[in-house]
């Protein structure tokens, strides 16, 4: 018999937290393969939830950090009452990510107490939020585990793969290593960025091809400034879409990643990774990617992880204290 179960999934705001709800999506299928699985989603992830073959329709959202933008939820859970959808999972923890499937009255709405969020959820999870990874944080709300059957996968377009290597100039009769110095969520999970110019300088030594990606003007003043000219380095910093992004990483030898959501997509497209943490825990937010196609950079230090923007010691030791030495070694195994 024919599933109609129809299920809205109230989508993480940043890139990795998104790639690694690629598992319950995932999960969510092989549990029912017919199941229609739509997205209530910002506008900047829509291509990465476009390379997601399990997801149906994407709700855009748009709703500045810190606003509740209480009309547009209100519009926005109107048209979504007509979908007629089963359940709901709310995947991040604030309250005003509730308040949609609780207008549209979905009659089953999964998710974390978060901010005291009872009755807008009805199916309610009470644990602490660094407890368990990320990912089974979100299994959880399905009952399930995560297994490598599971893992993030993006789906990639080959033609359009080599249409942005081509546009890129990517040459790949050598290495390529790219490295993603940047990190939104604050300079805790940053890698002094003088580090990196370090290891590029290192990697373009041994004739690898280096390449610089983020989206900072003042990360590409600073490297374009401390970088010695050299034809083996090449920024490419505020110079690509999140979809050529992610089709250049997919296109690389190695990545060089702080915890961030490029080390989350450079998984999902199955390219090797050395990811260097901070304030951050690689119990939470390791890469899911097989062991031996990653390294761990973690100083583990007694006042590790605190999960802070920025270093309440402001000594940022657990990420000063890593050499690009180190980091450069760790690459090597990989490569």
């Given at each position: ?19 690694i709800a ?12 017919n ?5 209530v ?26 606003s509740l933008?209480?009309l ?15 359940q ?7 309250f ?17 107490v ?5 009755g ?15 990912v ?7 009952e399930?585990i ?9 789906s ?14 990517i040459?790949?009769?050598?290495k ?7 990190a ?22 041994k004739?690898?091809k280096?390449y ?41 030898n190695?990545?060089?990643?702080n915890?961030?959501?490029l080390?989350?997509v450079?998984?999902s ?8 943490f ?39 030791n657990c ?7 180190e ?6 195994h990989?490569l």
């Amino acid at each position: 018999m024919k599933s109609n179960k129809k299920v809205l999934i109230i989508a993480p705001s940043w890139i990795g937290d998104l790639i690694i709800a690629h598992s319950l999506f995932k999960e969510l299928k092989l549990k029912d393969k017919n199941v229609i699985i739509d997205l209530v989603i910002r506008s900047y992830l829509k291509p990465i939830a476009d390379m997601m073959p399990e997801i149906n329709k994407k709700h855009i959202l748009d709703i500045p950090h810190g606003s509740l933008g209480l009309l547009d939820r209100y519009y926005l859970s109107r048209k979504i009452k007509l979908e007629k959808y089963n359940q709901a999972f709310i995947l991040t923890n604030s309250f005003k990510a509730a308040i949609i499937p609780w207008l549209a009255k979905i009659p089953i709405r999964v998710g974390y107490v978060g901010e005291m969020r009872y009755g807008v959820i009805n199916k309610i999870h009470k644990e602490k939020r660094f407890e368990k990874s990320m990912v089974n944080r979100f299994l959880k709300l399905n009952e399930s585990i995560y297994q490598e059957s599971i893992a993030p996968k993006l789906s990639l377009n080959k033609e359009k793969l080599q249409k942005i290597i081509n546009k890129f100039g990517i040459e790949k009769n050598n290495k390529i290593i790219v490295l993603c110095p940047e990190a939104e969520y604050g300079e805790a999970k940053r890698w002094p960025i003088e580090k990196w110019c370090e290891l590029a300088i290192t990697f373009s030594k041994k004739n690898y091809k280096v390449y610089f990606l983020g989206k900072h003007e003042h990360t590409k003043s600073y490297i374009n400034k401390k970088i010695i000219k050299s034809p083996n380095i090449i920024s490419l910093i505020t110079k690509t879409s999140v979809e050529e992004a992610i089709y250049l990483l997919a296109s690389s030898n190695l990545v060089v990643t702080n915890d961030s959501g490029l080390m989350h997509v450079a998984a999902s497209v199955g390219t090797k990774i050395v990811a260097i943490f901070g304030s951050s825990s690689p119990q939470y937010t390791a890469p899911l990617l097989k062991e031996r196609d990653h390294k761990i950079m973690y100083s583990n230090l007694s006042c590790s992880p605190c999960f802070k923007r920025t270093c309440p010691l402001k000594h940022l030791n657990c990420l000063t204290s890593i050499s690009s030495e180190e980091v450069a070694t760790k690459a090597s195994h990989l490569l």
